[in-house]
């Protein structure tokens, strides 16, 4: 799905997310002239996407990798870390943790007040996993922090993260980490202006909710249609 986030709308839906198809429908449209003025792309990390933009758009583009996608990253990472530490409690331990997995994945503002209080005593009581979790304030602490103006803070920021988060020795966090090394300088683009897919994220739930009242939908045709009939401008 390509997204005007200028001006709200959905600009088209392709068939499929290869390189091939993403490449030539932004050759295209760039030559017509409608995405001739493009300075910045956000997108998850994937590399069809940033390419396909790249060879589109040329080196003077800005990419940016979206921090909703990063951070969904790190909360895969973080549940596979906490399994990690798990594994070395005895049986009591674990038997105490049980029930407790949507509390490290949540912002502490979502949570009851009483589930709040219990999180913190466990924490308390669990203090590897306390540190875990809170690794995971301070990354997304970094990417709400409106005082980082300029990528090369934010990358200095993420680094000075990454080097905490190596003291904790959880190899779930070490791929992380290799993760957004080799994505950092189009991570790091997001404190340029704050871009981000939150707009794309919203729209897709749309399209999957367009499927979902139609039980499916065979005739991609038919459904790019209905989704630019939605969420865009189409001229048919």
């Not at 549940?79 to 009591?92: V, W």
């Amino acid at each position: 799905m390509i997204v005007d986030h200028d001006h709200g709308c959905v600009l088209d839906v392709l068939e499929n997310r290869e390189k091939v198809t993403v490449l030539v429908y932004l050759k295209q449209q760039k030559e017509q002239g409608l995405l001739k003025h493009v300075e910045e792309v956000t997108s998850d990390m994937w590399d069809a996407y940033v390419e396909a933009a790249r060879e589109a758009f040329g080196a003077g583009v800005r990419i940016t990798i979206d921090r909703f996608h990063v951070m969904k990253n790190f909360q895969d990472s973080l549940t596979s870390a906490r399994r990690e530490i798990q594994r070395e409690l005895p049986a009591e331990a674990k038997a105490r943790l049980k029930g407790s997995r949507w509390w490290w994945l949540t912002n502490p503002e979502n949570m009851r007040a009483e589930d709040r209080e219990s999180f913190a005593r466990l924490r308390e009581e669990f203090p590897k996993l306390g540190q875990l979790w809170e690794q995971r304030e301070r990354l997304r602490a970094i990417f709400e922090d409106t005082a980082i103006g300029t990528p090369v803070e934010g990358r200095k920021r993420l680094e000075r993260w990454m080097n905490d988060v190596g003291k904790l020795g959880l190899s779930a966090l070490e791929k992380f980490c290799k993760t957004l090394s080799n994505w950092m300088d189009k991570i790091a683009n997001h404190f340029h202006s704050r871009s981000s897919n939150g707009r794309t994220e919203g729209f897709n739930h749309g399209l999957r909710a367009i499927l979902w009242r139609a039980s499916g939908m065979l005739n991609f045709k038919n459904f790019r249609l209905r989704g630019l009939d939605r969420f865009g401008k189409v001229t048919i």
